[in-house]
């Protein structure tokens, strides 16, 4: 994976992304490449050379043809960067759905019912629980309010 940074660099610019892109229809000349953009073909030239030190495409000479060619080794390399993400983030998921199923569990938590529309008690909270009275309700055992 010693490619990995030149080949993402060269996944950056749009017409190399589009060279990839006509590339994986099959292999093609320079010049069959060079034909949608309007650019020389020198210029299609050093994209090809970015794209070909970055591991992503293969070239040969046939003659006067320069035929290119996706390279395997080098999408595999992205591929499998990209996998170790992809396991690292379903990991994830995997650990948040398990905390999340343990969450909702009745013996989470002292076995309070955590189930959604179930009342629960935060440190904090008034006491509402039955018989309690509220603040529009006079506390019998409350000192009356002076004023002073």
């Known amino acids: 994976m010693q490619n990995l940074d030149s080949a993402f660099s060269a996944l950056s610019d749009p017409t190399r992304r589009a060279i990839l892109a006509r590339l994986a229809l ?3 000349t320079v010049m069959e490449l060079a034909r949608p953009f309007e650019m ?3 210029a299609i030239s050093r994209h ?3 794209l070909e030190n ?3 495409i293969l070239r040969r000479v046939e003659g006067s043809k320069h035929p ?3 390279a395997r080794q080098g999408l595999d390399e992205i591929d499998q960067w990209l996998e170790m993400l992809r396991t690292a983030l379903e990991n994830n998921y995997d ?3 398990h905390l999340l199923a343990e969450m909702k569990s009745p013996n989470h938590l002292g076995g309070k019912d955590l189930s959604p529309g179930t009342p629960t008690y ?3 909270d008034k006491d509402l629980s039955p018989g309690t009275p509220t603040s529009k309700e006079k506390n019998p055992h409350e000192q009356p309010d ?3």
Do not use: I, K
Request: charged share 30%; proline share 8%.
């Open 26 to 28: 099959g292999e093609t």
């Open 40 to 42: 020389s073909q020198p």
């Open 48 to 50: 090809l050379r970015v």
């Open 54 to 56: 970055a591991g992503l």
């Open 68 to 70: 290119c060619r996706l």
């Open 95 to 97: 650990r948040l759905d």
């Open 122 to 124: 935060h440190p904090g």
């Open 146 to 148: 002076t004023e002073d």
